[in-house]
């Protein structure tokens, strides 16, 4: 037995930083995560990349950063060797990208790595490689402009092992190029360029200014993102936070569109996916996934960024208040979004919108009047042009004839009596423009200065009573109710804990624990609106909530659950015939009511079609 006892002896130096290859270099893009880092850190503002078979056989970064010193070439290939922290207080406050002085030594461990570098002050280059066992450095003098070249050939050549996993080129290359998105939308102030098998496939300029910005976003999200996102803006206690979140109403089935990026780093987080989630619970279509681009930014030494080697996660020191914050600055955010906010956008968006072919001085306003027999008049079709200062009728051919002031007179007389006021021009048109007809007992259609509005009466009419029902919830607080037979719960120890601990914010939920003994506690009293649900479900969630998160807004979720269904039994249903005077209050209610975009479901309770959307329809004017 003692005979087959190896001895202990160090590993040599490849084989070490291969051990350690394992937890970064996993593939061509992580190989491409770490260079363009290492370049970002080193202040390039242009980097060029060059690819050959989805990396597999070639990538090579060429930047115009800072460069290495001659003497600094060797150690730049050895591991834990790093220029950008020194002792450990450093660690507790790091704004570069790398820190942890491995990845070079990891990637060339695995692959034919070569690096050339040079300082703006050097009058060569310098080009750096290891051999053997020991990875030995081997620098010889090398023709480059100032900056730094790493060419990274058949990676994985001596570790057949990692090589199995690698898929297709294609494969390989999507990965990069997800990667590589994904710097690009956090550094805008670098221009990107990406050659795949010699051919240039993306470009990103450099991003100085917001239209260029918003240019990149377009690029990488699409410009749809763009058209139908909010521009997020907000400060407090520390902490900042912009970048653009999509509508509700353009929801996506998977997670696929959504970065975020703590003080410059894109990261996954928990807290960060919860916090969003749960600004937009309330306005989301059930199983949909919202797109984002978010930065947050905040002092560098609230966040650890050295809890794991990717560097794909962070801890924040104060998890609470990022998520309160996260959270309110979403949730208003989205809450704010009116009609005119989302009109607005299409104005400069497209900004021939409201081109030359219609001149919205002459604006025409068509009333289609119903009502009881000895009232109906039938439809009338005017156009007041406000440049003449004259009124015609028009018939359904088309037909204009000049309307006497008399009969105008008396139109108008019975219009102030049945809907709502003319408007005097087009400035005075509300955002969602004036109820013209109803189609099928089921849309409501009105004309705004854009063009047509349609607006799906029943899913607007609920989300406005909801919200108006949520309101008046929140003025009289949550009420609370005493269970005739208080519920034993057996819970974890951290669980009872968690219970006492946050008493006060459990009562603010109308919950009332009590702590029974180490490992139970009893319900003593629920929200009324609650009173039917599974109440210990219930607490077991919100409970799990504040272990989690320090805070929950389960109740708050329930409550609306419950007023949702509320709202949708106590609204209009299709087929109901409205007045056009009711049609237009409906109208203004939109524009006051929060979220009135989507309906309590997350479908959207209303669309615009401008004139140019129905030219273009009709092939007018091309
Ligand atoms: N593109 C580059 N430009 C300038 N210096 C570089 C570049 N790439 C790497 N370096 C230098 O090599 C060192 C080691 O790089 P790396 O192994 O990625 O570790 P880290 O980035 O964690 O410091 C860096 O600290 C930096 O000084
Ligand atoms: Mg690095």
Redesign the pocket.
């Known amino acids: 037995m003692t005979s087959n006892r190896a001895r202990i002896h160090l590993l040599s130096q490849r084989l070490s930083n291969q051990i350690a290859a394992g937890e970064v270099v996993e593939r061509p893009a992580s190989v491409i995560k ?2 363009l ?3 970002i ?4 503002d242009r980097i060029d990349i060059e690819l050959e078979k989805g990396g597999i056989k070639l990538i090579r ?1 060429r ?1 115009n ?4 010193e001659k003497d ?1 070439l060797p ?5 834990h ?5 020194e002792e450990l207080d450093d660690l507790e406050n790091i704004t ?12 060339s461990s695995v692959s034919r790595l070569v ?1 050339i ?1 040079r300082t703006p002050e050097a009058d060569k280059a310098w080009k750096v490689e290891t051999e053997g066992r020991n990875m030995e450095a081997k620098v010889s003098p090398a023709a480059h402009p100032p ?4 060419e990274v050939r058949d990676l994985f050549f001596n570790t057949p092992a990692r090589r199995k996993f690698l898929r297709t080129e294609q494969t390989e290359f999507k990965r990069i190029d997800e990667m590589v998105k994904r710097l690009a939308l956090g550094h805008f102030d670098v221009g990107f360029n990406v050659q795949h098998n010699q051919r240039a496939v993306h470009r990103y300029d450099r991003a100085d200014s917001e239209t260029a910005r918003q240019r990149r976003v377009a690029q990488i999200c699409g410009p749809a993102f763009i058209d139908n996102s909010v521009v997020i803006e907000m400060a407090s206690s520390g902490l900042r936070l912009w970048g653009w979140v999509s509508l509700p109403t353009f929801s996506r089935s998977q997670a696929d569109l959504q970065y975020f990026y703590v003080n410059g780093r894109a990261i996954r987080d928990k807290l960060v996916t919860h916090a969003i989630k749960q600004a937009y619970r309330d306005v989301l279509f059930h199983g949909r996934h919202p797109a984002f681009v978010l930065y947050l930014e905040l002092d560098p030494t609230l966040v650890d960024v050295n809890v794991h080697p990717t560097k794909h996660e962070v801890r924040f020191r104060d998890s609470r208040l990022v998520h309160d914050f996260l959270f309110t600055a979403l949730h208003k955010s989205l809450a704010d979004v009116r009609p005119e906010n989302a009109l607005e956008r299409r104005e400069v968006g497209t900004e021939t919108e409201l081109g030359a072919s219609h001149n919205f001085q002459q604006s025409s306003i068509n009333y289609g009047v119903p009502g009881d027999d000895n009232t109906r008049i039938g439809s009338l079709n005017l156009v007041l042009d406000n440049k003449e200062g004259r009124t015609w009728s028009v018939d359904n051919a088309g037909t204009r004839r000049p309307v006497s002031p008399s009969y105008l007179g008396s139109v108008q007389d019975f219009m102030s009596k049945n809907l709502a006021e003319l408007p005097a021009d087009n400035e005075d048109i509300p955002p969602l423009g004036y109820a013209i007809a109803q189609l099928h007992g089921v849309y409501i259609l009105a004309q705004n200065a854009l063009g047509l509005v349609v607006v799906d009466m029943h899913a607007a009419h609920e989300r406005i009573t909801y919200e108006h029902m949520k309101a008046a919830m929140d003025e009289d607080g949550i009420k609370s109710q005493p269970l005739l037979v208080p519920v034993a719960l057996a819970v974890s120890e951290r669980e009872a804990d968690a219970a006492e601990e946050h008493q006060d914010d459990l009562a603010a939920l109308g919950l009332a624990l009590e702590r029974m003994g180490p490992e139970s506690l009893s319900i003593r009293q629920v929200p009324v609106i609650l009173k039917s649900a599974d109440v210990e479900q219930l607490v077991r969630d919100v409970l799990s909530d504040f272990l989690e998160h320090g805070s929950s807004d389960r109740i708050t979720a329930h409550r609306d659950e419950i007023l949702a269904t509320m709202a949708c039994h106590g609204s209009v249903r299709a087929n109901r015939q409205l007045t056009i005077m009711e049609m237009n209050a409906l109208l203004r209610d939109m524009e006051k009511t929060e979220r009135s975009g989507q309906c309590n479901h997350g479908r959207p309770t209303w669309t615009q079609m401008s004139m140019n959307d129905l030219d273009k329809l009709f092939l007018r004017g091309q």
């Open positions: 770490e260079l880092e290492n370049s850190d080193a202040g390039a970064i930047d950063g800072m460069g290495v600094d150690l730049a290939l050895n591991r060797a790093t220029s950008k922290i570069s990208l790398g820190f942890r002085g491995e990845a070079l030594a990891s990637i690096m570098s900056g730094t070249n790493v």
